[in-house]
């Protein structure tokens, strides 16, 4: 099979906390897309206090394994980026699923001086019919209001650093709101960032299929969300305890 010519260095960032079950699944995925790269990229696994051995299974998949004592995703995903080398960072969630390729798309797309950044466009595909339904919803108004899950995304590392990155505060929503900066640098440099990328990704709905409906309309409600993203307490049963 023929490869793509990458148009800068790139680093994977794997965000993980107690995914010794899943993750060599995810670095499965990501091997198969880097093959289709002229250059492989760096793969950092940043092990987020994790109690199952996930930094030991990352190691010996071949991953660069980083520590971040302090629970919660942007604090993770930040960490990795400290500790990139590539020019171009990807986010790419430990329960993500993605065809093969997902980077050699993202390689072109950045392959474009006047793009930023981007993220694919995240679908869930629980068992409950009404839970499909409701997220089905949840999904059309996310992109009409231009907002991003976190499940990919990525961005030059230089404009990683100019917006901040990941804002630290924020146990949730912190991806919408990182694509929302990094949208708005575009505007002030004059340039784009391409949401959602074409490429399809679908997100676990472990959550979704073990919860009561009533607990996924809460932990999705839009006023709960904002009143509580910056309370570690509120999001315990969505991070730190989700369902394994």
């Known amino acids: 099979m023929s490869t793509r010519r990458s148009p800068a260095s790139m680093t994977v960032v794997v965000p993980a906390y107690d995914e010794a079950r899943i993750l060599p699944g995810t670095i499965e995925q990501i091997n198969d897309s880097a093959r289709l790269l002229a250059a492989p990229p760096e793969l950092i696994v940043v092990d987020n206090r994790s109690t199952d051995g996930t930094g030991a299974i990352a190691a010996r998949l071949g991953a660069r394994v980083v520590t971040e004592p302090a629970v919660g995703i942007a604090r993770a995903r930040n960490a990795g980026a400290r500790h990139a080398r590539g020019e171009v960072l990807v986010f790419i969630d430990a329960?993500?699923?993605?065809?093969?390729?997902?980077?050699?798309?993202?390689?072109?797309?950045m392959?474009?001086?006047?793009?930023?950044?981007?993220?694919a466009d995240p679908r869930y595909h629980p068992r409950k019919w009404s839970v499909r339904v409701y997220l089905g919803m949840w999904r059309l108004l996310a992109r009409a209001l231009k907002m991003s899950q976190g499940a990919v995304q990525f961005c030059r590392a230089d404009v990683f650093k100019a917006v901040?990155?990941?804002?630290?505060?924020?146990?949730?929503g912190e991806d919408v709101d990182f694509v929302w900066r990094l949208r708005a640098e575009a505007r002030r440099r004059g340039a784009a960032v391409e949401v959602p990328i074409d490429v399809a990704v679908s997100q676990s709905a472990r959550r979704f299929d073990r919860w009561p409906?009533?607990?996924?309309?809460l932990f999705t409600n839009p006023l709960f969300i904002l009143l509580l993203r910056r309370r570690a307490s509120a999001w315990a049963g969505w991070y730190e305890r989700p369902p394994r």
Not at 164 to 172: A, K, L, M, S
């Open 213 to 217: 409906l009533w607990r996924t309309l």
């Open 164 to 172: 901040g990155g990941y804002d630290e505060r924020y146990f949730i």
């Open 95 to 109: 329960d993500a699923c993605f065809p093969a390729e997902l980077l050699p798309r993202i390689a072109d797309t």
């Open 111 to 119: 392959a474009d001086p006047g793009c930023l950044g981007g993220a």
